[in-house]
């Protein structure tokens, strides 16, 4: 259908990796998304090398003391700021065991350390700018399966203020772990979409309809796509938000660590997803879950 798009076979689902060089790159995203609510991106319109060393220094960063003077606080719109230990973390809806990570959050005004800051605040800015150009492709292709408040005006509905740069470093695996206790346990995400830097580490898996996990293709320098909740409400369901995992490594990996850089693309709080939902009402019904 699209000669200049790509795509890798995996067991259970078919994942389109769409050249953003191409001239059917806005249809094949969408296509794709559609499909699967996964798309990988080649030749994005993001730094390749800052990425490089953003995933070196933050790991610098985890494995020094320094992270402990910046334990993550709660801001005014109800997000945190900060670092998150393996302690605290988080335990995805449906499971009963902490993922095995440790994070930093970044939105704005949240304080960084010096040598990080700007290599961050570029990434971030050119990850809104992705964002909104992605968001406006749907607007344009799946404009009429939006809700009424949301119609021809996602990109438009981006809040910087309500998104998210999650900065995260998945440990090598000691022994000790808990059993059945993985790196990031099956979820959804909440938002709209998710911006995903291919990590140099592998593990990211999806689960296709039929059950199966396949492994996310990409190599270094692409970008992992994905829908969430949100977009999925607010589509009556016609972009799908897809259950995503990071799988423990194997023997030979495990004494390796992970870095992964996702941003969470949100809307304004007060937009209407659907009949039910208004982007503020839905947060705060994932955040009771995750409290249970």
Do not use: C
Request: aromatic share 6%.
């Amino acid at each position: 259908m699209f000669e200049e798009l790509l795509f890798e076979e995996h067991r259970a689902m078919t994942v389109a990796v769409v050249d953003m060089f191409s001239a059917e790159a806005e249809m094949a995203f969408v296509e794709t998304l559609r499909r699967t609510g996964f798309a990988v991106l080649r030749n994005p319109p993001l730094d390749a090398r800052r990425l490089l060393k953003m995933a070196e220094n933050w790991r610098e960063f985890f494995y020094s003391e320094e992270k402990w003077e910046y334990l993550a606080e709660e801001t005014p719109s109800g997000n945190t700021s900060g670092y998150i230990p393996p302690d605290v973390s988080e335990t995805a809806v449906g499971h009963d065991r902490k993922d095995l990570k440790e994070f930093f959050h970044i939105v704005p005004d949240t304080i960084l350390p010096a040598a990080l800051a700007d290599d961050a605040e570029a990434h971030l800015h050119d990850a809104q700018a992705l964002g909104s150009l992605l968001l406006g492709w749907l607007d344009i292709h799946m404009g009429s399966a939006l809700s009424q408040g949301l119609r021809g005006q996602l990109a438009e509905s981006l809040s910087p203020a309500d998104s998210l740069l999650r900065i995260l470093h998945y440990p090598p695996l000691t022994g000790d772990e808990p059993p059945g206790a993985v790196r990031a346990a099956a979820h959804e995400d909440i938002n709209l979409i998710t911006l995903l830097p291919v990590s140099s580490e592998p593990g990211l898996q999806v689960r296709g309809r039929d059950g199966q996990w396949t492994d996310v293709p990409g190599r270094p320098g692409d970008v992992i796509v994905n829908s969430g909740d949100m977009l999925q409400e607010a589509s009556g369901r016609q972009l799908p938000s897809t259950s995503h995992r990071v799988i423990n490594p194997s023997d030979e990996g495990s004494n390796l660590s992970r870095i992964s850089m996702p941003y969470f693309l949100a809307p304004d709080l007060d937009i209407e997803l659907s009949r039910q939902h208004t982007a503020g009402s839905y947060l705060r019904e994932r955040l009771d879950l995750l409290a249970r």
